[in-house]
């Protein structure tokens, strides 16, 4: 979320962070940084409304469409409510706990309109972070589309955003522990796409595989729908990457520029794979390397070059590709829109390559420089920890609140006569297209 | 009165049209369908992973014909829709019991 070039740095940021109210209040307001974040926010959201409904939408079949598109958007719903009741308390409250923030920022309370964070309005920073928070549970549909209760789904990402997002989100960002020892992580490898991808891949497992897995099936519906999506998540990701840096100044033109490199090299190295191997590249292919770049180079985007963004899309477009065929083909696990071997991955390679280029010493794939006292060993040191600590936590989360959900919905899945009519018709009564 | 139905490769379905258009055959139905014969199916790929399709898709004409040019429309179809490749499809023959143009009340061969 924030670069820390040295120490000071660091420590005004997490002071800013832990005293909103008190240690900015003196702070003008900028109306240039404003402007910036409030676009960043709609960019964001953009990202789940339409972009990620889209992309998700495609790649499921005719009868679930709908079901996907309104799963999406009941999750932004419930978690923006979410967000205004606790959630921006949990995140980024003034708690002196390093584990949360506690809740007395419940409900907004305190906050008016001359509320500060930064140099920026406290509602507009709590606005940016709320698409955030909105989008992490929307990327984990991808992994249970076409067989989860509707009810189930609103249960569980209701849970999960409460009890693993908003916590985490805490430890990186809002001044918790991960924050203090650390971690680079400038828009969300792990706060977003590590929990993500690990719920993701939990829940698939749990939730068994949709009927016709692996076979022809399952195949995607409509992938122009699905290349819509994905070009407004390119879009909208600039929102993501370069609106962390929470100014309109060079930290964010940097993260914009990187971002992009990242996605352009995800996307050329899936084409390239896929040629290569099946003599043919596929649109399928190009959009989802695009994803896995754009995934990789989040936590990266306030620390990398633009000649080091180049190595993270490749590790990125790579390293997910033969992921997803792993877990698809090798482990047969249906985490059905590879969910985890493109965020979950990706979160993971790039928190951990943010650790090695930030370092100013590289030559020409120099980054914007570690933090006084530490060393590419110790920063690696650190991300692998950041990346286990979220891992671990989001898993054991993961499993207790399926748990719990499936105890009180009578079962996470529709019935094997359900998942064959189609979630538009047994979940809600109406279908995606009338032709 | 015959009904002619042929599956065809869709490309083909213009040239089809054309050929029993010269012929003085004035109208007839195209529909899209998929299915599978000798051709069997053909691959796919998704996200590194290839899937066997099973049904391709084909273009199916129905044509209602007089008898006496049932010879020559099936001709001109082979000619038109055939590359010589497997897939061209398949030509059915069957018995047409009626045929009543709509708006006039016409009946047999004046409703064709």
Known sequence: MRTRKTACHFFIALAAMLLPSLALAQDDLNGANTAWILTSTALVLFMTLPGLSLFYGGLVRTKNVLSVLMQCFSIAVVISILWLLVGYSIAFGPSESAYWGGLSRALFAGIDLDSMSGDIPETVFAAFQMTFAIITPALIVGAFVERIKFSAMLLFCTLWTLFVYFPVANWVWGGGWLGQMGLIDFAGGTVVHVTAGVAALVTAMILGPRKGFLSAATLPHNLTMSFTGAAMLWVGWFGFNAGSALAADGAAGMALFVTHISASVGALTWIAIEWLKYGKPSGLGAITGMVAGLATITPASGSVGPAGALLVGLSGGVICYYATAYLKQGLKIDDSLDVFPVHGVGGIVGTFLAGILVSADLGIFSGNGLAEGATIGSQVGVQVTGIIATGVYTALLTVVLLKVVAALTGGLRVDEEQEQQGLDISDHDEKGYSM | ?112
Do not use: W
């Open chain 2, 1 to 112: 009165m015959k009904l002619i139905t042929a599956i065809i490769k869709p490309f083909k379905a213009d040239d089809v049209r054309e050929a029993l258009s010269a012929l003085g055959i004035s109208g007839m139905t195209l529909t899209e369908v998929k299915g599978f014969g000798r051709q069997k199916g053909h691959t796919e790929l998704y996200r590194g992973a290839e899937y066997v399709i099973d049904f391709l898709p084909k273009a199916k004409l129905e044509i209602a014909v007089a008898n006496d040019l049932v010879e020559q429309v099936v001709d001109a179809i082979c000619k038109a829709a055939g590359t010589g490749k497997i897939g061209d499809g398949k030509i059915f023959v069957a018995d047409l019991d009626q045929v009543i143009r709509i708006r006039t009340g016409e009946t047999g061969n004046d409703a064709l």
